[in-house]
């Protein structure tokens, strides 16, 4: 399974690229289909979604939002490639992958596989900071995504029994990219890990007993000073300082 990427850019990026592409598209509009048409004033990024021929044709050589991007959204996307290569991700950009409806903003991503016949997309989703304040709420950042069950299901295979987590809780700024580093690595070697970002050190572990985590990985700015981790047991609160080195084996015990 691939992971597919694209960024829709901030409100500001979207509304320059929209006037180009409507513009590219008045000299087609013989060529596209009915609901092309219908949607080329209210949403014209949607004709990138057209299973039409003549609308695929049309749209192989449309201009691309990623030449429209203002030097926030670029940058945004570099920081959001950057976290995935971190983490040893392998991201596929598509330029042509892209979010219909004004609330989306940013990324927009798929995972596709070859395994599973022509219906390859198994999860699709985007990020929609717009989406709060249009129905009546605070701007709100926010990020979702949808996924086919059944084409999941045939991808995990045999049922996995499930198993009390390990929670990583970066404490303070610095340590949000050596915590992703730390979740991936535990991953990799097998463990179950649940990656904790919101509120204060409190509301963090609370969702760590809330998720029945075996025991927490706490990285603050002194820990980070000596290339090591805080591991506390949740069973009975016992912690100890171990090297990030050989986190995964300190670990094992907790298998």
């Known amino acids: ?3 597919q990427i694209n960024t829709l850019g901030d409100n500001e990026s979207r509304q ?3 006037e ?5 598209l008045q000299g087609y509009k013989s060529r596209l289909s009915e609901d092309s048409l219908n949607r080329l004033e209210k949403n014209p990024l ?7 021929e ?9 201009p691309l939002l990623s030449e429209h991007l203002n030097d926030h959204s670029r940058q945004f996307f570099d920081d959001v490639l950057q976290g995935l290569a971190d983490v040893g991700v392998v991201a596929n950009i598509n330029p042509r992958l892209v979010r219909g409806l004004d609330y989306y903003s940013h990324t ?4 596709v596989t070859d395994k599973l016949g022509a219906q390859g997309a198994v999860l699709a989703g985007g990020r929609y900071d717009g989406l709060m304040e249009q129905m009546g709420g605070r701007p709100t950042p926010g990020i979702g995504w949808a996924a086919g069950v059944e084409r999941l299901a045939m ?3 045999d049922n996995l029994n499930a198993v009390r987590p390990i929670a990583v809780i970066p404490v303070g700024d610095a340590a949000g990219r050596t915590a992703i580093k730390v979740a991936q690595s535990l991953r990799e070697a097998g ?3 649940d990656l904790g970002y919101s509120g204060n050190m409190g509301k963090r572990m609370k969702r760590a007993d809330k998720l029945n985590a075996v025991a927490a990985v706490l990285l603050g700015d002194d820990e980070l000073a000596r290339e090591a981790a805080t591991v506390r047991d949740m069973q009975n609160g016992e912690q100890a300082e171990v090297p990030l080195s050989e986190l995964r084996e300190h670990l094992a015990k907790y298998r």
Do not use: C, P, W
């Not at 949607?46 to 039409?52: A, C, L, Q, T």
């Not at 927009?108 to 995972?111: I, P, V």
């Open 191 to 193: 463990y179950h890990v």
């Open 1 to 3: 399974m691939t992971l």
């Open 108 to 111: 927009a991503f798929e995972f």
């Open 46 to 52: 949607r004709i990138f979604d057209s299973k039409d």
């Open 20 to 24: 180009t592409l409507v513009a590219y």
């Open 155 to 157: 991808m995990v295979g």
């Open 54 to 62: 003549g609308d695929r044709q049309v749209m192989a050589d449309a």
């Open 16 to 18: 320059n690229y929209r």
